[in-house]
């Protein structure tokens, strides 16, 4: 029988609960385990065992490992489907956001030869192949982040005896093995932005010089690769805000756990004479002279109360030729939204530090622009087109223009 759309997604609707058995299990499954899942989670009232056995194999929700193989997976669409609707989600690697970054600089050098050969197939071909991995690459970034949303509920959820130890070693698996080679990948001088700068570049080629005529799909790539930049960003940026509280606290434990254990080996290695000689006050050895009356106690009790309180030191926030510098730096930070904000909406942020600052380095000025970009409170915008020159005080800046302006209360809230 035909395998009709309608067909699949109505015995799916009536077996939920055995799709999902099936799908959280790890590994492939057996026949007989199969089956003992349709027995717990199937109604026999309404279907009998063997029907639905014979549905899983004809519908090709489980198919086998190999050609006569009594083991069986799950088949990998309706894997992934099943993984959307329960938001389940496995971070990816960066060695998968490697292979799609090769994947697009392969397509991206055979339209640059097709567009210099004139050949509209091949630029055909390698644009459409931009189109999936995209779209591929958009769908694991927001995979990333639910996986380490859900990582974390499951966290705070658990309320079992799990040792600090083992709660610490999990939120740095999950930084050190997904979230920190993230930052080499996604950082403006990676290789994925260079990668998405130079496809950008061969399709504006192709569409200006009229090599593919379908100007809608290098449209949409273009959009795409916009689309994947902020998206990349944002995964990364929103994954380090669930796992950095955790890890801090974490480590924090870990070390105060860590402590206590190397206090308690030297108490079981020293004996209880040492023990008591370097650790607990001698009270015994504490002469009293005179026996404290009730009439002295209370005279200091009345000196305590009225003593003079001291006014806290006060800091001082001058600057002055003994200031470190860091701690100058430091100050020019904060104050450098409060002082851009006098001068919205700026058209060319880069051009604004240099003409305003010109005595800062090029390390300030980076760093000044950082602060800036990732300010909550301003909305930014990167025009591209060609890079300028800015001279700092010790060396030229290259960038594209960078305008910035006041985020509404619309864009506040979706953020």
Known sequence: MQLTPKRFFDFCASHVPLLHAIAIKPGDVSEAQVRQMIRTFSDAASELPETTWQRLLELQVIVPIEEGSSHYVMSQALLQLLNFLYNDALPTSPEIIQGYIAALESARKRIAIGVESGDALSVAMATNEIDHTLRRMQDDLDATHRAVLAEVARYKADRSSVSVRERYLRILSLM????????????????????????????????????????????????????????????????????????????????????ATLALGRLRQMRIEDWVANYVTQTTNA????????????????????????????????????????????????????????????????????????????????????????????????????????RTRDGVLEASSISITKVSPSSAKTK
């Not at 995964?235 to 380090?240: G, V």
């Not at 003593?307 to 470190?324: C, M, Q």
């Open 176 to 259: 050190d093995q997904y979230v920190h080679p993230l930052v080499e990948i996604i950082r403006v001088d990676g290789l994925l932005e260079s990668t998405l700068d130079e496809t950008d570049m061969v399709l504006r080629g192709a569409r200006e010089q009229g090599v593919y005529v379908e100007l809608a799909m290098i449209e949409r790539n273009e959009r795409q690769i916009r689309v994947m930049r902020r998206r990349a960003i944002h995964t990364l940026n929103e994954s380090r805000k669930e796992l950095q509280p955790l890890y801090d606290v974490l480590r924090r434990s870990s070390a105060i756990a860590h402590g």
């Open 287 to 390: 002469r009293i002279e005179v026996p404290p009356t009730d009439e002295v106690l209370r005279q200091i009790v009345d000196d305590v109360i009225s003593h003079p309180p001291i006014a806290p030191p006060v800091l001082n926030t001058t600057e002055s030729s003994d200031t470190p510098p860091d701690y100058v730096r430091l100050l020019w930070l904060n104050e450098l939204p409060n002082m851009l904000n006098e001068d919205l909406p700026v058209k060319d942020l880069t051009s604004w530090i240099t003409g305003n600052f010109p005595e800062k380095g090029t390390a300030d000025a980076l760093l000044g622009l950082s602060k800036l970009l990732f300010d909550p409170k301003l909305d930014v915008s990167f025009k591209g087109g060609k890079t300028k020159e800015y």
